[in-house]
């Protein structure tokens, strides 16, 4: 049985099912007007800045950083009755918070949001993936490069990996993050193979974003993703970071929804943003989680 929840938008009626995925969007001449949901579609959560690997390339804080677990679960709470469909766990590395099973339970008990992670995939053991059993519903799993180059990149063994991706099956679907530089590249074949072999069900190109200590993807690296995008006609579903798509199909289902419609960042210290990469923000501090997201939407219409 679906147990859709409904989402207003600009484009009409959401009606989304979190355990099967499911999406169907009824439109605006079928439904009458309608005012949008005042949250936005999809909500990303850095719960800490800790994480035990040290890419060279990674834009995520290297300052201490970690979130209340009451306190968010009230803000999740909040959104989930205005209209929010998901919740995407980050950091930082989720799985090294040793309350985020309980987390993510918690959430799957008392909210109707579809709640994903995004790890680097070397804690999911047996014994985490059967106590996030139930209570996830999306995966997400950094893998950039294949074996030795995958091992220079992130420090760990690329089999290791592959041995947690087989745990992973056994809780819920499951997609590859690939970051997108110079050493990635030509490895993209391999990828997307070793991708659809361990059952991803999607693969999703993040082209590296510039830090203080990188200058993120260049204009040869780029050309040379938009020529692989072009003539790719792999099995495995493909799409692309909606902050760096550059012209590529990028993961974006409603394209007439407004940045904000769509989707909002809490980071570590709490500061609601537009997105992860984003500097600034609004501090969530004692007001309500909608309180913020309104004075984000001000302080983003005075910058448009």
């Known amino acids: 049985m679906l147990l859709l929840k409904v989402r207003q938008t600009s484009s009409g009626v959401h009606l989304f099912d979190r355990r099967t995925g499911l999406n169907l969007l009824l439109e605006p001449s079928s439904t009458g007007p309608c005012s949008p949901s005042l949250a936005p579609r999809q909500i990303s959560v850095a719960l800490s ?57 918690r959430l799957a008990e008392e909210t109707q949001l579809a709640i994903t992670f995004t790890t680097h995939g070397h804690h999911l053991d047996a014994a985490l993936c059967s106590r996030l059993q139930g209570a996830v519903h999306f995966v997400r799993v950094s893998m950039d490069g294949v074996g030795e180059t995958y091992e220079r990149l992130r420090g760990r063994s690329f089999s290791a990996l592959l041995d947690r991706l087989a745990e992973v099956r056994t809780l819920a679907p499951f997609g590859i993050n690939y970051v997108v530089n110079g050493d990635t590249i030509g490895e993209l074949d391999d990828a997307v193979a070793v991708a659809a072999e361990v059952g991803a069900r999607e693969f999703l190109l993040l082209p590296e974003q510039p830090t203080s200590a990188r200058s993120g993807i260049d204009s040869d690296t780029t050309a040379s993703l938009h020529t692989w995008v072009k003539a790719y006609h792999g099995s495995l579903a493909l799409t692309v970071s909606a902050a760096a798509a550059d012209g590529l199909p990028a993961a974006a289902p409603l394209p007439q929804e407004e940045p904000l419609e769509a989707y909002a960042h809490i980071d570590a210290n709490g500061t609601l943003k537009r997105s992860s990469y984003d500097d600034s923000g609004v501090t969530i501090g004692d007001g309500t989680i909608m309180q913020a997201l309104a004075a984000l939407r001000e302080m983003s219409e005075g910058t448009a």
């Open 49 to 105: 800045n800790a994480c035990d690997l040290r890419c060279s390339y990674c834009y995520a804080p290297k300052t201490p950083g970690r979130l209340n677990i009451d306190a968010l679960v009230g803000w999740l709470s909040d959104l989930d009755q205005e209209g929010c469909l998901g919740v995407g766990f980050g950091g930082g590395e989720p799985t090294l918070l040793r309350e985020f099973p309980r987390l993510c339970q």
